[in-house]
């Protein structure tokens, strides 16, 4: 099948090289998907219904790298990555957004529809969420994530 060592050579680094691609976050293997929860905090306070994204910041990691969860009344969070449904963000370190979560129930554009998530949006607590943690560019906060730290807490100022 292989003419020469070197072609031997190649092929077991192509295979080498596919299935490291294939493991871990970064193409190269060397990050690896962590389960991670916590809290999140506005002024001490849990902050309910709020969207927050770890966005990686390895070499090479996209989109679809992104952990996100939306918090609960008592701010708690469990992080996943797009198209997984086991709890998971890549252990390295990333940038930290926190926006507004979705409005539940039904999004349409009827009068009624607007009023009721307007309502909704009203009766959170513990608002506005300052505008610097929408940004990647702004936002101040960052957090390194390791296989040790699982759970962790989150405040904003």
Do not use: H, Q, W
């Amino acid at each position: 099948m292989f003419k020469t060592n070197s072609m031997k050579l190649g092929f077991l680094i192509s295979c080498c090289s596919f299935v490291l691609l294939l493991s871990g976050c970064g193409g190269d293997g060397s990050i690896e998907v962590v389960p991670v929860s916590g809290v999140l905090k506005l002024r001490g306070k849990p902050l309910a219904n709020a969207e927050i994204k770890l966005v990686p910041m390895a070499e090479g990691l996209d989109g679809n790298f992104t952990a996100y969860g939306v918090t609960d009344a008592k701010g708690e969070f469990v992080l996943r990555l797009p198209g997984k449904d086991e709890s998971g963000c890549c252990a390295c370190d990333c940038k930290v957004l926190v926006v507004e979560g979705p409005i539940p129930g039904d999004r349409g554009e009827d009068e009624a529809s607007i009023m009721k998530a307007a309502k909704f949006v009203k009766s959170l607590k513990n608002r506005p969420i300052p505008k610097e943690y929408e940004r990647l560019l702004t936002t101040p906060l960052t957090l390194t994530i390791v296989a040790d730290n699982p759970k962790i807490e989150l405040t904003l100022d």
